[in-house]
């Protein structure tokens, strides 16, 4: 024989991407019974997430939690803390958290279709507000607690008139005038055009893209100087997903909440930075669909729109914020100045970061306080 056969080399196995749109289960101490899963899509058709802790009274006042990007509705109830919706349920409360489209239970950050966070203004969160009334009905209080771009999008469905009549809002992290560190704004303006054609999004579990994959180099850069050792530590805390920014305090996480990190935060999508450095660079939050009719009931920027907001505001941000920085301080003072009329209390957590605010192990006695005392002042 001219010609030997030889059996074909086997294939390296496919790394296992959820490409479903099912959402991933909760991860809690509650009762099962009272934690109620509403099969809930925006109006344009995207599947999202909404819960309801159902506490079997109902007159309690309503409270919408809404988690910031890559983070889920897992950031609000860590079994291995006191948590916030313990918190508000021992409170009186009735706590609903909506899974928006950037949700790490969702799989449109690495997979999914893309979007801008004028479709989380447009559509998300006034869908979810609007589903809470029709069950809550239009008397009974209704909260909003939200957390860095769940507070930024947020801060847009507000000024756009689509979410009337909240009780009172808490804003965590960030609002309305975003401020990003220079290092931090000069390497995400480097990311998005260097790695763009590249990469679409960048994980923070490096247990599932391996040693020899494109995102090496990213952990390895994450890795320099790093005090802890988990390299998804590394990449959130020491680098927030390469942009060289802090998400939290590191030693006010429990060990628990520390080992669950790449199940808590998910992959940052690259395709969202244009619009995000659009914001950044305004100093405000600004529309990204500028000719797109669909989009004409979002103000061009909502700084300018902000005279309309009808609901009472706390912006509440730690000390030690390593990404956004002073932003809730500098958005308290171009209020006052620009919208004196509104009602806006600025407090600051010392000691805290960004995410431990909700996630530290301290967050119950430090910070929840502020919000309790918050709403009880205008339930």
């Not at 869908?127 to 009334?133: F, L, M």
């Not at 609901?311 to 932003?327: E, F, T």
Request: hydrophobic content about 40%.
């Amino acid at each position: 024989m001219i010609f030997k056969a030889t059996k074909p080399a086997p294939r390296p196995a496919l790394r296992k991407v959820r490409t479903t749109t099912t959402l991933r289960p909760l991860h809690h101490r509650l009762d099962p019974h009272t934690v109620e899963e509403i099969p809930f899509q925006a109006p344009d058709g995207v599947r999202l997430g909404l819960t309801r802790i159902d506490t079997g009274e109902p007159d309690r006042p309503a409270v919408l939690l809404l988690h910031g990007h890559t983070a889920s509705a897992d950031m609000f109830l860590l079994p291995e803390i006191r948590n916030l919706v313990d918190v508000l349920l021992d409170d009186g409360y009735e706590p609903w958290l909506l899974d928006w489209r950037g949700s790490c239970r969702l799989p449109y950050n690495a997979t999914g279709q893309k979007y801008t966070y004028d479709d989380v203004a447009l559509y998300d969160i006034p869908a979810a507000v609007s589903h809470i009334r029709a069950r809550i009905g239009e008397d009974r209080p209704l909260f909003a607690v939200a957390h860095c771009i769940g507070a930024l999008t947020l801060s847009l469905s507000m000024t756009a008139g689509l979410v009337p009549g909240l009780a009172g809002v808490v804003a965590q992290g960030v609002f309305l005038t975003p401020k990003l560190g220079g290092r931090t704004s000069l390497r995400m303006s480097l990311a998005g055009e260097l790695l763009k054609s590249r990469l679409d999004h960048i994980p923070v579990d490096f247990r599932t893209v391996g040693l020899r994959s494109k995102y090496t180099p990213l952990f390895a850069l994450a890795s320099r100087r790093a005090s802890c050792p988990d390299p998804t530590c590394q990449i959130l805390h020491h680098s927030a997903w390469g942009t060289g920014a802090s998400l939290f305090v590191h030693e006010h996480l429990t060990e628990t909440t520390h080992n669950r990190l790449a199940e808590l935060l998910g992959p940052a999508p690259l395709w969202i930075l244009p619009h995000l450095r659009r914001i950044e660079l305004a100093r405000t939050v600004v529309r990204w669909h500028d000719t797109d009719h669909r989009y004409a009931a979002l103000p061009p920027n909502a700084l300018d729109a902000a005279g309309s907001i009808d609901a009472p505001l706390l912006l509440l941000a730690g000390s030690d914020n390593g990404l956004w920085l002073d932003s809730q301080q500098l958005c308290a003072d171009v209020l006052a100045r620009r919208h004196p009329h509104l009602d806006v209390t600025c407090t600051e957590i010392p000691g805290y970061g960004h995410l431990d605010t909700f996630l530290g192990r301290g967050a119950a006695l430090d910070v929840f306080g502020h919000i309790l005392d918050f709403l009880a002042r205008r339930r």
